[in-house]
């Protein structure tokens, strides 16, 4: 199982201090953070993206690409892509250079994103956002497979004679993740192309969460890329630890509090109640998610949430010791001791999706294709 | 039987807001009665709720357990008695919180009797310029007559009187919901308005060959 790092990039004013970082500082904050991760054993560090203040995130593979450069192991993804308004032959081309640069320790997690006005200063419109989704998406795929695409769609200049360049790695496009919170047809969309499903999970109570996972793991199962209990899962997580749950509540407190997101609302004690967010020991962070798996099934990637909401960063290096040294260890023990034979440890890698051969459903645009029109064709007879 | 839920936005306790909505649903249930049906009254104060609405505004929507099941026990009733104290000539916030965290759809096709309280008959229009819009934009079927009570209406005839005809349109369009056959054909189920809770994932999810006809760049 993969375990790491989620960070969306915010600019916030620490609520103890009064003092905001600057960008630069930011930014440096991020790269190390990724740098620590590494260091303490966890496998993945991804970075949202966003183009509006007050986030900073809005060149991922720039900076995936630095810190690729700086580490050796850890596996460099985004949380999310934006599939709706950048162009996929960009998104084509940064990611498969990334690949090269990193030796394939790449993969990517498509999202809508949810700040209206993006949109439009991308040239789109947020009403298409699912549309945007499913045919740009579809031709990011073309392109990591196809040599040479020709292609008319609704959203972009039609391309004839086209190569992206570079190709992937070893002729073998990265892995993709889709992320949505509660869209049905995203879940459908990672279902259709095997691809795996993420849900951020730490805003919601775990009965939603539960429902959407169950969603992609049927569909999964449904165009014939295995058992449900085998489709590729990651879950996000927050936490905030310390040596006891008192000690943790008194520093998260106050940053909890006015957190841009849920700050002047819910008090820490309800929003633990209703989302996964646990503030306090190490014991108490690994049994709440070891209880994730009883609702989502055993599952593939885990993220975590540490960086956020004007935490400075000594404090987040501390979590993310914390994670490697106390939390992860134990979580990979027990999370492999529940789990069958026949279920995944892990989401596929470059190693393992080049082992599989170039014949592998992996290297089709559509590998569901066939099994959608039989099962469509059975109901017209039916 | 039929469920007809009872929303009411009063903050003191009691309330002249809960009074008019406790008659209102007794004439209602009387009016059922009197064509022989039954029907279930659930009342939701939602100044129990209050702080949980605010959750949900400020997190995005975070769903609580109670507003969770308060917005399914919404979509799925055959009628809404609506009623609000006048603050500042419209609805109170309280109110408005609450419809703003239903589903868009949650009350699609759903006859709603609405009714404001207030201290002087200068806020009367608030019906009609503040609620009935409201409900429209939710495509709600707003029943008629609405009912309006000022601080000296609970001393006079007229209430009742209006309370007993806007209960006398209630019962009628919740009993007559769901016949959606014209003139003598079958019922056009296909006709019948979507209304959801927005709680619940959707487990009927559009076949994704569906979702991109269109968008494979070839056809």
Partial sequence: ???????????????????????????????????????????????????????????????????????????????????????????????????????????????????????????????????????????????????????????????????????PLDGTPPFVWHGSIRSSEIAEQAAYYGDGFFHNHIFWNKEHTEAMVRLYRRRFEHYGHGAADQAIVGLGGQVFMASSEAEAKRVFRPYFDNAPVYGHGPSLEDFTEMTPLTVGTPEQVIERTLGFADYVGDYQRQLFLVDHAGLPTSLVMEQVEMLGTEVVPVLRKEFERRRPAHVPSDPPTHASLVAAGPDAPHHLVEPARARAEELAAAKVDA | MSRIVVVTAGLTVPSSTRLLADQIAEATSAQVSARGESVEMDYVELREVASELATFMVTGGIPTPRLTALREQVAAADGLVAVTPVFNASFSGLFKMFFDALDPDGLTGTPVLIAATAGTARHSLVLDHAMRPLFAYLRAVVVPTGVFAATEDFGSHGLSDRITRAASELAAAVLSQGDYSVGGFAPDLAARPRRTSGTQVESDVTPFGDLLRGHTGTD
């Fill in chain 1, 1 to 167: 199982m993969q375990f790491g790092i989620f960070s969306v990039g915010d600019v916030t004013e620490d609520p103890t201090t009064g003092r905001a970082p600057s960008e630069a500082e930011r930014i440096a904050s991020m790269t190390q953070l990724a740098l620590k991760a590494e260091e303490v054993g966890l496998d993945v560090f991804a970075t949202g993206e966003h183009h509006n203040p007050p986030f900073v995130v809005s060149s991922p593979t720039t900076h995936l690409g630095y810190i690729a450069a700086k580490t050796d192991k850890l596996l460099l993804s985004t949380s999310t892509t934006l599939i709706t308004t950048n162009d996929p032959v960009k998104i084509a081309e940064d990611y498969a250079f990334l690949q090269h640069l990193s030796g394939g320790r790449v993969d990517l997690m498509m999202g809508r994103g949810n700040t209206g006005p993006v949109y439009p200063w991308f040239g789109k419109d947020i009403r298409d956002g699912i549309k945007l989704a499913v045919e740009n998406y579809h031709l990011l795929r073309t392109l990591w497979r196809e040599e040479k695409v020709n292609w008319q769609g609704q959203f972009r200049t039609p391309l004839q004679g086209y190569t992206s360049t570079p190709a």
